[in-house]
């Protein structure tokens, strides 16, 4: 992401930085054989608590259902979410990421963040309807973007995640956003992710009314005052970084405002998209509009698995005419500029830190009388085989 590939490539390494990019062989070199080296993945947003699940949860549609049962998935799950987290993010070692965005519930993702994990943006989720639970929320939120540090947590980041606009009241969401602005934290929101949320904010019907009823939180007319996606994105846009998730039914005038907004992100889920049977995304719309796009997993309640590599592999088929360095840009450069560490890690670039991902090839470049073409790094026949964070094996 920081240049043309290069054949026979040699990355030095010091101090778990990288010190230079050159082109061997050399013999004094740790030869990985015939792979290819591309900066360490980043998942822009999962949810770990749910990494022990086998399956996604059903069923997809409508929307609500599938909230439905899942809530009642994490009300019959133990309160120590321990065992799942770490499950989730040993796959993400083991398929090549070395950033993600995690949404927390609670604290247990920052205590299993470590030097042989990924490294982390962990996101407090904030959710609150009712005006006598908004005191209670803005505490929760200001404990986690204001902790006594430990040394063992000097690198992880904290910010924010207002749930979404149908869990959410308005009031809140700007006392949150007025937080993150003090704490210059980032923040993560769920927007324009269903029909269903469309429909709620535009008439105030729907079967998210429904749902809220019966969960008892209902009020009338909690939710931004115009009923409009870009008022959430106007309120966003005041944060220092802002990610906008999912992102499924951004209209034209959504997309015209998060052009003119460099700090904000769309991330973009793939497979969980299409787990849920969406129209397409408008994330080639996006980009054309030089909006950043990042990519995420969500979570294993929609997915089957946590592998970025996975998601890039499922584009790389969908869409054959977006080109390699495009896909890889969205999983690794855009996903570390949208949690605020561009200038650390999401490039092979000098003095960056020594996060890699290799990937064995299937294949050797094709020789032609112009010189090499190299094959497809995305390929679906290729597969990570190591993960290296600041210099350090964390997957081989």
Same mark, same amino acid.
């Given at each position: ?195 269903? !949320?469309?429909? &709620? @904010? %535009?008439?105030? $019907?729907?079967?998210?009314? /429904?749902? =809220?009823?019966?969960?008892? *939180? ?105 080109? !390699?360095?495009? &896909? @890889? %840009?969205?999983? $690794?450069?855009?996903?570390? /500029?949208? =949690?605020?560490?561009?200038? *650390? ?52």
């Amino acid at each position: 992401m920081d240049g043309p590939p290069i054949e026979d490539g040699e990355i030095s390494i010091v101090n778990g930085c990288i010190a230079g990019l050159n082109s061997g062989p050399d013999a004094d070199a740790t030869d990985l054989g015939n792979v290819a080296i591309i900066p360490g993945l980043v998942n822009a947003h999962t949810h770990l608590e749910f990494s022990d699940l086998t399956e996604p949860l059903t069923p997809a549609s409508p929307f609500p259902s599938w909230v439905r049962s899942l809530m009642a998935q994490r009300q019959q799950r133990p309160s120590d979410r321990m065992e799942a987290i770490d499950a989730g993010l040993n796959e993400s070692v083991a398929t090549g990421c070395t950033l993600i965005g995690e949404i927390a519930t609670d604290e247990t993702s920052v205590t299993r963040l470590s030097s042989e994990t990924p490294r982390g943006v962990v996101f407090r989720e904030i959710l609150g309807i009712g005006e006598n639970v908004a005191a209670e929320r803005l505490k929760i939120a200001r404990r986690h973007l204001f902790p006594e540090r430990t040394a063992s947590e000097s690198d992880i980041l904290r910010g924010l995640s207002p749930h979404a606009p149908y869990s959410l009241s308005a009031d809140l969401f700007r006392q949150l956003v007025d937080l993150a602005v003090e704490a210059n934290a980032t923040v993560a929101m769920h927007l324009a992710e269903t029909q269903e !949320e469309m429909e &709620l @904010l %535009r008439s105030g $019907t729907g079967l998210l009314v /429904d749902m =809220l009823k019966d969960f008892g *939180v209902w009020r009338d007319r909690f939710w931004m005052p115009s009923g409009e996606i870009g008022e959430y994105l106007h309120e966003l846009s005041r944060v220092r970084r802002a990610l906008v998730v999912h992102g499924n039914y951004l209209s034209v005038d959504d997309i015209e405002l998060l052009a003119t907004q460099p700090q904000m992100t769309v991330v973009y889920c793939p497979r969980t998209h299409r787990f849920f049977g969406h129209p397409e995304h408008p994330w080639r719309r996006l980009i054309e509009r030089g909006v950043k796009v990042a990519l995420g997993t969500d979570s294993r309640a929609s997915n089957p698995d946590l592998s970025l590599w996975s998601e890039l592999q499922f584009l790389s088929r969908e869409f054959p005419d977006v080109s !390699e360095d495009c &896909l @890889l %840009r969205l999983a $690794t450069l855009n996903g570390a /500029d949208a =949690l605020g560490l561009a200038d *650390v890690t999401g490039s092979l670039t000098p003095g960056k830190s020594a996060d890699l991902t290799v990937v064995q090839m299937s294949g050797g470049p094709e020789h032609t009388s112009t010189g090499p073409t190299p094959l497809s790094v995305i390929s679906s026949e290729n597969h990570v085989v190591a993960t290296m964070r600041r210099g350090q094996w964390i997957h081989r």
